[in-house]
């Protein structure tokens, strides 16, 4: 258990924060100390409950107007919210300036603004050699704060400064944490494992090590490290969010399902949590839930968030569709378009969508008119025939093949000939596929490889075309030795 946790589970804390609750429900203030009301408010701020945190502060306050720690907490509080005036001008009031509290904050106001050499330097000025343990610590708080500012070069270089002087699970903790922002995943593993060694009970550590390795698609091992994490702390909310996250990358979207349904419990407000459940419950044939959560992810989400907003729009026109309610899934997509979405993606989308729903008779026709529009290009109508033959209406497929591989330069620049010998095999024109797939590996050889390296293995896409005919060979022999 990390020591945060075991703070909070602390007998003596557990008795202060009873006492200041029954004092809100009774209405009789009662006099508390200023550190103890700060770690209260600190306990509310890392479960979420930030009106209560605030509260708790702003009755701090009233008792202790000049405690340091709990300014510097309000202003926290005022530079979570924006307000960088507010925030500047508690620190101002404060008379302490070489308070280490203080001094830290002053770093985070220059953080906040963009102002990172300036902070790296301040620091230095304040903090300029490491001989106690207590330098030790300051320095880790140092390394946290870059790291929350998404500096991880700078934290990396503050590391350096307690390399060899801490052994401790925070140094290998908040190194690990730097590699990760620095997509250094490998060694995020190698370092967080170090940090497990010396404390396994540490669940941010099981957290971040989940992280690094669902960035690495390891999602089996990012599910191990997960319920490591949750048999410490059954609700923490970043083993779980990876836990789900990798279920659904896994295809298993009832497990991923069965998880945010705890999360949401938690977390309720979670604007991409809820996307993804409503994308698990679209998948599971479930649309009207889908719904249900996709709207609430539509309220919650934030208004710059376009990337969601627009995943939201495009999964409320699936659920729809699922729904057969066609008019609305289209009224989604042309909010979705609105808001910057690519007009044809969005459009392919629909029209995958109905052929997976074998809703042909609205289907085909749209493929058709996309196909003949002349507003779309040559690439989109590409974009289209795989979509066509991915659903298995290979002969329609065919078809438009037929036209676009007449476009000779468009059909090398955007791998068409390698469509067309997939399409032509999968219809056992096998004269056409060899020759395609001979077109293919002259001119397109990153198409034929990515369409056909799993068939032909061990071979480079020069070879290909002499493998294919082998294969035909033994397939032509092998039918032949069969018996009626």
């Known amino acids: ?37 700060a770690d209260i408010a600190e306990f509310y701020l890392s479960r979420n409950k930030e009106v209560e ?46 308070d280490y509290e203080v001094q ?42 870059f790291l929350d500012y998404e500096q991880p070069q700078r934290a990396l270089n503050w590391l350096q400064r307690i390399e060899g002087k801490s052994n401790g699970y925070t140094f290998f903790f908040l190194k690990a944490l730097a590699y990760l922002h620095l997509e250094r995943y490998e060694e995020c593993i190698t370092t967080v494992n170090q940090c497990l060694d010396v404390n396994p009970y540490y669940v941010r550590g099981w957290g971040v090590l989940a992280d690094a390795q669902y960035s ?73 839930e889908a719904l249900r959560q996709l709207k609430r992810a539509g309220s919650k989400c934030s208004p710059d968030a376009t990337h969601t907003l627009l995943d939201i729009y495009e999964q409320l026109a699936c659920a729809y569709n699922i ?45 058709i ?19 066509i033959s991915d659903c298995g209406y290979d002969e329609l497929a065919y078809k438009m093949l037929l036209v676009l591989c007449k476009h000779s330069q468009e059909a090398v620049d955007d791998g068409a000939y390698a469509y067309m010998a997939h399409v032509c095999r999968r219809l056992s024109k096998d004269e056409e596929y060899l020759h395609y797939l001979g077109l293919a590996c002259e001119y397109t050889p990153e198409k034929a490889w990515d369409i056909f390296g799993r068939d032909f293995p061990g071979c480079q896409p020069e070879d290909f075309p002499k493998e294919a005919e082998r294969q035909l060979r033994e397939d032509k022999n092998r039918g032949m030795s069969d018996p009626a």
């Open 216 to 288: 690495l698609q390891k999602y089996e091992k990012a599910i191990e490290s997960c319920d490591y994490a949750l048999v410490i702390s059954p609700y923490d909310e970043i083993a779980l969010r990876f836990k789900a996250k990798s279920l659904y990358e896994l295809h298993d979207y009832a497990g991923a399902h069965a998880v945010y349904e705890v999360l949401l419990k938690e977390s309720p407000n979670n604007a991409e949590d809820l996307l993804f459940d409503g994308i698990c419950l679209n998948f599971l044939d479930r649309p009207s």
């Open 369 to 387: 008119s996309l196909f003949q529009n002349e507003e779309y290009s040559y690439s989109v109508r590409l974009q289209l025939v795989a979509v």
């Open 1 to 37: 258990m990390d020591n945060e946790s075991a703070y909070y589970n602390d007998p003596e804390f557990k008795r202060a924060l009873r006492t200041y609750e029954r004092m809100l429900e009774s209405g009789r203030q009662t006099y508390m100390d200023a550190d103890v009301l």
């Open 53 to 98: 945190a605030d509260r708790c502060v702003d009755f701090a306050l009233k008792l202790h107007p000049n405690d340091t720690l709990l300014l510097i907490l309000k202003a926290r509080r005022f530079l979570d919210k924006g307000d960088v005036q507010a925030a500047t001008a508690i620190e101002n009031s404060i008379n302490d300036k070489e």
């Open 104 to 145: 830290l904050f002053h770093a985070e106001l220059l953080l906040y603004n963009f102002e990172f050499e300036e902070a790296d330097k301040y620091l230095e000025t304040k903090f300029p050699r490491v001989e106690s343990q207590g330098d030790v610590e300051d320095v880790e708080d140092i390394v946290g704060l």
């Open 323 to 367: 729904l057969e309610d066609y008019k609305e899934a289209m009224i989604c997509r042309e909010q979705a378009v609105r808001l910057g979405a690519d007009k044809s993606t969005l459009l392919l989308q629909h029209i995958y969508e109905l052929l997976q729903l074998r809703k042909t008779d609205e289907a085909i026709p749209q493929c």
